[in-house]
T-cell receptor, first 111, second 114 residues
Framework: SQQGEEDPQALSIQEGENATMNCSYKTSINNLQWYRQNSGRGLVHLILIRSNEREKHSGRLRVTLDTSKKSSSLLITASRAADTASYFCATGPTGFQKLVFGTGTRLLVSP | DAGVTQSPTHLIKTRGQQVTLRCSPKSGHDTVSWYQQALGQGPQFIFQYYEEEERQRGNFPDRFSGHQFPNYSSELNVNALLLGDSALYLC?????????????FGQGTRLTVV
C-alpha cells in the first residue's frame, strides 16, 4: 500500500505558469525525495530534502518540508511543455532503506 | 557515468513461465533495490540487496527472488508468472555507506504476462 498521497492527482496548466504539487505522508522520515516520470519510463531524481531542512531549491524547483504536518510541496516555476510528466514523492525512513512512494501527480503543461 | 542500467527494456512472457530481469547500479553504488509499478500507481518496494544478501523485503510472495553479484549488479527472478505480475519493474541504486543520499533509478523493464 502507498504511504503517501500527492495532491492534486492531475494538474493542467499553460506554459509559463507555476505548478504546485503537494505530498502527505504518515510516518517519521529521515528524508523526502521528489521524482519525475515520463510516459511510464524510469524515475528521474529531482531533489532530496532532509528532515532537518525546511526548504530547498534546484533551478526552477522549490521544495518545502513541514515535518509537523507530515507534508511537502514541490513548486515548478515558469513551467515548460517538457515538464509534462508524473511527479512522485518518496519518503525514506532511513538513508538507504526502502522508499515509500505516493500515487503521483500527473502534470500537463500546454504550449 | 552510465547511471543505472536495466535489461531487457521490454519482455513478454506466458503465464506460468519464469523471468529474470537484470540491473547494473550507478558507479560507486553498492546497494540495489527493486520496485514494481503497476499502471497508474506509484512504485512498490520488492526487496533490497547489499553485500550480496537480501536486507529488506516488501510484501511480495516468495515467487519473487533476487541475487546480487560481487560487482554489485543484481537480478530479479519471478517464478510461476501470473497475469497480475504485468508491470514496470524498476531498479534503484544507492550508497549504503552514506546516510540520506539519493536513490537513482534505471529506465525499467516493462513485463507483460499473457
Amino acid at each position: 500500500s502507498q504511504q503517501g498521497e500527492e495532491d492534486p492527482q492531475a494538474l493542467s496548466i499553460q506554459e509559463g505558469e507555476n505548478a504546485t504539487m503537494n505530498c502527505s505522508y504518515k510516518t517519521s522520515i529521515n528524508n523526502l525525495q521528489w521524482y519525475r516520470q515520463n510516459s511510464g519510463r524510469g524515475l528521474v531524481h529531482l531533489i532530496l530534502i532532509r528532515s532537518n531542512e525546511r526548504e530547498k531549491h534546484s533551478g526552477r524547483l522549490r521544495v518545502t518540508l513541514d515535518t509537523s504536518k507530515k507534508s511537502s510541496s514541490l513548486l515548478i516555476t515558469a513551467s515548460r511543455a517538457a515538464d509534462t510528466a508524473s511527479y512522485f514523492c518518496a519518503t525514506g525512513p532511513t538513508g538507504f532503506q526502502k522508499l515509500v512512494f505516493g500515487t503521483g501527480t500527473r502534470l500537463l503543461v500546454s504550449p | 557515468d552510465a547511471g543505472v542500467t536495466q535489461s531487457p527494456t521490454h519482455l513478454i512472457k506466458t503465464r506460468g513461465q519464469q523471468v529474470t530481469l537484470r540491473c547494473s547500479p550507478k558507479s560507486g553504488h553498492d546497494t540495489v533495490s527493486w520496485y514494481q509499478q503497476a499502471l497508474g500507481q506509484g512504485p512498490q518496494f520488492i526487496f533490497q540487496y547489499y553485500e550480496e544478501e537480501e536486507r529488506q523485503r516488501g510484501n511480495f510472495p516468495d515467487r519473487f527472488s533476487g541475487h546480487q553479484f560481487p560487482n554489485y549488479s543484481s537480478e530479479l527472478n519471478v517464478n510461476a508468472l501470473l497475469l497480475g505480475d504485468s508491470a514496470l519493474y524498476l531498479c534503484a541504486s544507492s550508497n549504503r555507506g552514506r546516510m540520506n543520499t539519493e536513490a537513482f533509478f534505471g529506465q525499467g523493464t516493462r513485463l507483460t504476462v499473457v
